[in-house]
């Protein structure tokens, strides 16, 4: 592979795509990592030992997923007072309800006679959620509502609430977050800037049009890794140069661990000898966007352009109203990261979104999570290719796809994301070797040093 030089205008991830943004703009720009995280650079390297012990494993867990605020799915597959989802993260799973009162609800997963799971499936419809084991029963908003056999219970071994119990809840753009911390602070708060610089992609009124859980053989932090930095992309995804900038992108960073990644789309990479012609991946950018390629004039440089224009015109293929998005916005992917294990690739037509799920007993297996969400497009008109939704999916919103437990062999998620896959079982193993003791990151890789100073910070606590 050929050597190639940043120029010397460019530091990689700082403002490289429209500067001088204003403040309060879409594209508003947000400050250095170092000046929310001054011990950034301890984070230049990272100890192996956090991907697969125990004592690490058993630490994350005491300090950060009981801690924080943790996405648990979507309004929309609580549509009617009864209806409820599981929530399984690490150790503990958990029931999310919208009770009798409209209000969504979440607890603890647990029968409070011995501890039974309540259910099993992951979603459903009940009055009554009745335990498998000895017929206890609670309604969905959480209150007991049989005890089998009452009355052959001493007074004594009833006297505690046993109602279920209940895990602090709250919302936002339509995704449900828990917390078993009751001192944690308001989503919102934790949050920061994170609603306001989002709120224009509408996500409340999307709706589920794929959803995937892999199993791997690795760390979560391994495929979470994966997925947080663009420097990858000129060997692991080759075939993308000619399309995508990885070059002059831009990273803000937010304070409790949250980031954003913006690149640039229909616009070729400088590591491109190449940068007038169109290749294929340009050609059905433009088809995809409405546009015919054969009747294209401009060069490989001016798709972008092209795709923003053909997105700004009031009938357009999608059927979207753009006007509220910035030019950035309409064409580039935004990968927003909410700390500590979610990421959005945000798109007015729809979101791609990740999760990064530890197992509950070994460090060296996690799950991977994929929700795709969309707008209501134009009749017989199918979601943009990245979104990865299979051509006999239904997508109007009638009906909510199932969700897919796929084996890693046969993950169905699309070219770009199995092949970041193909790469992360091998730095697992890697990093068990006798050959390797730290990860070294480079200025490309400054999200993940965030993100381990961020974690860090919730060890300190």
Not at 14 to 32: C, L, M
């Amino acid at each position: 592979m050929k050597q190639f030089d940043f120029p010397k205008e460019i530091i990689p991830g700082e403002y490289a795509i429209t500067p001088d943004a204003p403040k309060g703009s879409h594209d508003e720009k947000f400050p250095p990592l170092s000046h929310l995280y001054p011990e950034r650079d301890k984070y230049l390297t990272v100890d192996v030992q956090r991907y697969y012990t125990k004592e690490f494993m058993n630490r994350e867990w005491d300090r950060i997923w009981t801690k924080t605020w943790t996405c648990a799915g979507r309004v929309s597959d609580l549509p009617t007072a009864g209806s409820w989802f599981k929530y399984d993260l690490g150790l503990e799973s958990f029931l999310i309800t919208r009770g009798s009162d409209n209000q969504i609800h979440a607890f603890y997963n647990i029968c409070r006679h011995r501890g039974n799971q309540l259910v099993h499936e992951d979603f459903g419809k009940r009055n009554k959620f009745t335990c498998s084991f000895h017929g206890w029963q609670w309604d969905p908003d959480g209150k007991l509502a049989l005890v089998t056999d009452a009355s052959t219970f001493r007074a004594e071994a009833l006297k505690a609430d046993l109602d279920l119990k209940p895990v602090r809840c709250e919302t936002w753009a339509g995704f449900i977050f828990i917390n078993m911390d009751d001192n944690a602070a308001p989503l919102l708060e934790f949050l920061g800037d994170i609603p306001r610089i989002m709120s224009s992609y509408d996500m409340e009124k999307m709706h589920v049009v794929k959803d995937v859980v892999v199993e791997f053989d690795c760390n979560w932090k391994v495929t979470w890794e994966a997925f947080i930095e663009s420097y990858h992309l000129q060997v692991t995804h080759a075939q993308a140069k000619p399309a995508v900038d990885d070059v002059a992108y831009q990273i803000d960073y937010f304070r409790n661990g949250h980031a954003r990644l913006h690149t640039a789309l229909g616009y070729p990479s400088p590591r491109c000898e190449d940068r007038d012609s169109l290749d294929p991946i340009l050609t059905y950018m433009l088809m995809e966007a409405g546009l015919d390629p054969a009747a294209f004039q401009g060069k490989a440089m001016q798709v972008r352009a092209a795709i923003c224009a053909a997105k700004r015109n009031p009938n357009n293929k999608y059927g979207i109203d753009y006007s509220g998005f910035s030019d950035s916005q309409i064409t580039d992917d935004w990968n927003y990261s909410i700390f500590p294990n979610m990421t959005f690739n945000t798109h007015p037509e729809g979101v791609l979104i990740m999760r990064f799920l530890p197992h509950p007993t070994d460090p060296e297996k996690s799950y991977y999570h994929v929700h795709v969400i969309s707008h209501q497009l134009k009749e017989g008109t199918r979601p943009p290719a990245y979104q990865g939704v299979e051509d006999n999916v239904d997508i109007s919103g009638k009906t909510r796809p199932a969700r897919r437990y796929n084996h890693k062999s046969k993950p169905e998620l699309g070219e770009v994301l199995e092949q970041d896959i193909s790469n992360i079982e091998g730095v697992q193993r890697g990093l068990r070797s006798r050959g390797f003791d730290h990860n070294k990151y480079c200025e490309q890789e400054t999200r993940i040093m965030q993100f381990y100073a961020e974690m860090d910070r919730w060890f300190a606590r």
